[in-house]
T-cell receptor
Framework: DTGVSQNPRHKITKRGQNVTFRCDPI?????LYWYRQTLGQGPEFLTY????????KSRLLSDRFSAERPKGSFSTLEIQRTEQGDSAMYLC???????????????FGPGTRLTVL | GQQVMQIPQYQHVQEGEDFTTYCNSS?????IQWYKQRPGGHPVFLIQ?????EVKKQKRLTFQFGEAKKNSSLHITATQTTDVGTYFC???????????FGKGTKLSVIP
């Protein structure tokens, strides 16, 4: 399967614990995005990587959230000291592109569903 | 910050009827994208519109981008049960990679 993959698919954790999610984008895609989606809402942008560089981050994003893409391939999203409000589907997407091309088709992964008890 | 609003939130149609969802941005966009999300699935890209006044067609789907690049619409002709899902518009501002999604329009098709 050459699509975007995410692990784990489901995560249940207790409030206050740290969690880490992984995203493997489509191999030739240099752009990677993280989103959060709650029921009845559209995906909410969290952060964007171009290769290994984190170029954009939502201003609304708590400092408990951090993301990395160390070698410009897979990415991890870590949430520290989880809260019940962090319960959501965390989606990763990747796209090709470069130069002055700001937008392009994004391919989404299946998501990681986080439940914080 | 940038807001993208979509109406209606829900739409129930009889199979064979037409369907339209509307998207409005609080700021001028450099481009707009449309995605479809099936129940239990992830968003799947449908199309991207870049030019002012642009109209694109994909079989029974017609997409429009407003002249001011602040609004867009998706029209489906003669809906089928396979059209069921939530349709999202997502706008991109100039100079940003942040795609801002609307809340979506959930389409139900009654056979």
């Amino acid at each position: 399967d050459t699509g975007v993959s995410q692990n784990p698919r489901h995560k249940i954790t207790k409030r206050g614990q740290n969690v880490t999610f992984r995203c493997d984008p489509i191999s030739e895609h240099n752009r990677l995005y993280w989103y959060r989606q709650t029921l009845g809402q559209g995906p909410e942008f969290l952060t964007y990587f171009q290769n290994e560089a984190q170029l954009e981050k939502s201003r609304l994003l708590s400092d408990r959230f951090s993301a990395e893409r160390p070698k410009g391939s897979f990415s991890t999203l870590e949430i520290q000291r989880t809260e019940q409000g962090d319960s959501a589907m965390y989606l990763c997407a990747s796209s090709a592109g470069g130069g002055t091309d700001w937008g392009n088709e994004q391919f989404f992964g299946p998501g990681t569903r986080l439940t914080v008890l | 910050g940038q807001q993208v609003m979509q109406i209606p939130q829900y739409q129930h149609v009889q199979e064979g009827e037409d369907f339209t969802t509307y998207c409005n941005s609080s700021t001028t966009l450099s481009n707009i994208q449309w995605y479809k999300q099936r129940p239990g699935g992830h968003p799947v890209f449908l199309i991207q519109l870049v030019k002012s006044g642009e109209v694109k067609k994909q079989k029974r789907l017609t997409f429009q981008f407003g002249e001011a690049k602040k609004n867009s619409s998706l029209h489906i002709t003669a809906t089928q049960t396979t059209d069921v899902g939530t349709y999202f518009c997502a706008g991109l501002r100039a100079g940003s990679y942040q795609l801002t999604f609307g809340k979506g329009t959930k389409l139900s098709v009654i056979p």
